[in-house]
């Protein structure tokens, strides 16, 4: 195929000629010839040639009304059978585009070539399947652009996503905040807008913070109601001498419910535990190391430091009876301090920490300045992308020494 461009002469009324007329377009003795002159051979070209002309809207898209996006073969396929892709951020915010379950980083790319637009423009292959002879196809250039969007998967940014919840977690249909009805609410439409994430990663965070819908509103219940819920649930399995693999709904409901709202009972046994059905009956298998955990948190945020002796003895005797703690179970919850005498344990939060990778690293170091990987990797794990390893991060983030026999990381920069 060739590709014949004509001159794009200057538009009329500033001193140029007016664009050519379909009296000016090419004919196939001029294109021959121009075929002669550049020592092409015409056996080897297809026999149709696109003569390119630029009409009088190229100058305008190519002002910015259009984008070029370039996508990977899996979102194209999503838009030809009629999904939606959607970008999000706010103002002062990095775009990103979402998929239904992806997230990516809108990234401008700069080409060397220029890219044209050529409404209805046949390419080589179609050009086979037809049966031209020596046709010349005069084509109109709508625009053309030195730049496109490419898209690079990332992280959903969902710390957000918590930060709008905790606005206004919930106490209880008691509470006073619940009578005013000026109080900050989300419903899913609302998180689709704020946060740059997509929906089923968005559903996915919701689960992890242990959020529920109330009136149609998401919200995250306070903690000190949440262990009210959880303490209602444990006393109960523990006063039916129930196993705690087979805690059953119905009974739970008909029991707590004079006590709390029956959608919030079930909700906590959710959050807490697996729900299953066993001759058509709904149980519960509950999860000892989600209760364990959370029973730690409560003892934790009360107290800037804890003496880890005290503090496991302390767990031990206030987690239901059968349950065994573990400090396994605390990973990117609690930070445990060998080197101090006695040995103390405090609360750090991986959900607290930034969400960007220098910022964590930044602030992992100004609270510990050396970290064993052992320590270090619950709090940079969900940092990892697709195909990185905690290893990887580590390298690119921080320095490692021996210290004792034993590997351990600092920052590579100063940290004030």
């Known amino acids: 195929e060739l590709i014949s461009c004509l001159p794009s002469p200057p538009p009329p009324g500033r001193g140029g000629t007016p664009r050519p007329s379909a009296a000016m377009k090419r004919t196939r003795e001029e294109v021959d010839a121009t075929l002669q002159i550049a020592k092409l051979n015409a056996a080897e070209l297809l026999p ?8 009088p809207g190229a100058s305008g898209a190519a002002a910015g009304d259009f984008c070029l996006l370039e996508l990977e073969p899996t979102l194209c396929q999503q838009l030809e059978d009629g999904q939606s892709l959607v970008i999000r951020g706010d103002k002062d915010e990095q775009a990103v585009l979402c998929s239904k379950d992806k997230t990516y980083d809108l990234k401008i790319a700069d080409t060397s070539n220029m890219l044209l637009f050529i409404p209805g423009c046949k390419t080589p292959d179609q050009l086979k399947k037809e049966d031209s002879h020596c046709n010349i196809i005069h084509t109109e250039i709508f625009g053309f652009s030195n730049n496109y969007w490419e898209l690079r998967r990332c992280r959903p940014k969902l710390k957000k996503l918590k930060k709008l919840l905790m606005e206004n977690p919930y106490e209880g249909p008691d509470s006073q905040k619940e009578k005013d009805s000026n109080s900050s ?64 709904l119905n009974t739970c409901l008909q029991e707590l419910g004079p006590l709390e709202p029956e959608e919030m009972i079930e ?34 945020q009360n107290a800037v430091k804890f003496n880890l002796a005290e503090f496991q003895e302390v767990w031990q005797q206030s987690v239901p009876e059968g349950m065994i703690t573990s400090l396994d179970q605390l990973k990117g919850l609690a930070l445990v301090d060998r080197h101090s005498r006695p040995e103390i344990i405090s609360l750090l939060k991986v959900d607290d920490l930034p969400e960007d990778n220098q910022e964590r690293f930044n602030s992992l170091f100004s609270l510990r300045e050396k970290w064993t990987e052992e320590d270090i990797a619950p709090y940079i794990q969900d940092l990892c992308g697709e195909k990185q390893t905690i290893g990887a991060l580590l390298t690119k983030y921080s320095r490692s020494s021996m210290q004792n026999g034993v590997k351990v990381y600092n920052s590579r920069r100063p940290i004030s």
């Open 267 to 300: 909700h906590c046994l959710k959050c807490y535990g697996k729900k299953y059905v066993d001759e058509g009956e709904v149980y519960f298998e509950l999860d000892a190391d989600k209760i364990c955990r959370t029973t730690a948190q409560m003892l934790l």
């Open 48 to 55: 149709a040639v696109h003569c390119l002309g630029f009409g």
């Open 185 to 248: 609410k989300y419903t899913t439409e609302d998180l689709l807008d704020q946060i740059q994430a997509s929906e089923e990663e968005i559903m996915t965070q919701l689960q992890v913070l242990n959020a529920c819908e109330i009136g149609g509103y998401w919200r995250i219940l306070e903690f000190d109601y949440e262990m009210k819920l959880l303490n209602h649930v444990t006393q109960l399995v523990d006063s039916e001498s129930w196993s705690f693999s087979k805690v059953p």
